[in-house]
């Protein structure tokens, strides 16, 4: 009928109203397209994650804009840069404030394995301190390299079972 | 050396003749070397408010490794007066290795001071606050210090820190110093031992 508003949004006479599904396939698929990210921008490494989030490379088509600057709200921790050993304390520290479930990129040749820095202030690699989900291999890596590092990672998260055993974090020696 | 800089260094060692060595010039830059380090806030006061040096670019630190006295310190002055430049060295030995502080003079010689703690572990005696400003508290190790390699030293400090050796897989990449041919200085790949 004119001047009537027309019906919008989901209707159920058309789709049906009931979707068959695992829960913990509908519960990943949440958690997978909403990675909050917790930027840990330690060096350079930080400003291709700071391209990543802009309008060129939109990292909001994956779900994961909304960057945390709090650890309480996030899922994600990208280490990106050199992480030495007097921030391997705070990083460790910003980890363990992070909620469950969290998961962690490390970006870089810095986070992964220490990089070009052989040095006595330098941690080889954050897997020193924080279990790794991710490893994103360049100096720096391009921020489509971090998008496919995000994209493995919804992989991941994807097929976990739902009631994850909690992370052991690896002991340092 | 510009003329008045020349003047400058000489009134400086004129007034504190017994303290201050023979002055040696390089390249048109002129180094007075303390013979007591325990004057040096004395004296920098004097090149402060008696010849203009309103300006502490640098403290540095140079780790003489096997000789006696090992460390030197050494004191970078401007003055924005006169815009001339002045070089105090001071040589401590390893056993005793303690400078006043001049923080009296310049506060800017907090973090200097702080840093030389750090890295090559002089203690700098009236300083406010002599805490690490690098490393951590409990870090056991002067890390700038010849005798501590480049990979450097495991250390563990239950509950706040830890550091590992770096693995220096064909390094480190350091040049060889010497008269040898530039091919032989090149930073290449050498064998840790060697």
Redesign the interface.
Known sequence: MSGQPKEIGYNTKVEGDVIVTRADAVLNWFRKNSLWPMPMGLACCAIELMAAGSSRFDISRFGSEVMRFSPRQSDLMIVAGTVT??M??AVKRIYDQMAEPKWVIAMGACAST?GM????????GVD?ILPVDVYVAGCPPRPEALLDALMKLQRKVATEPLIRTQKATPA?? | MSKAAERLSSKLKKAFSKEIGSPETFRGEVTLPLLDSTRITEICAHAKHELGYDYLVDISSVDHYGEDPRFEVVYELYGYEHLCYLRLATRIAEADAEVPTVTSVWKTADWHEREIYDMMGIRFTGHPDLRRILMWEGYPYYPLRKDFPLAGKATELPEVAFSKEAPLEGGPFVTTPGSGSRQHGEPRSKSVSS
């Open positions: 050993y007097k391997g304390l220490g820095y052989r040095s006595y202030a330098v941690m080889q020193n340092h020696s």
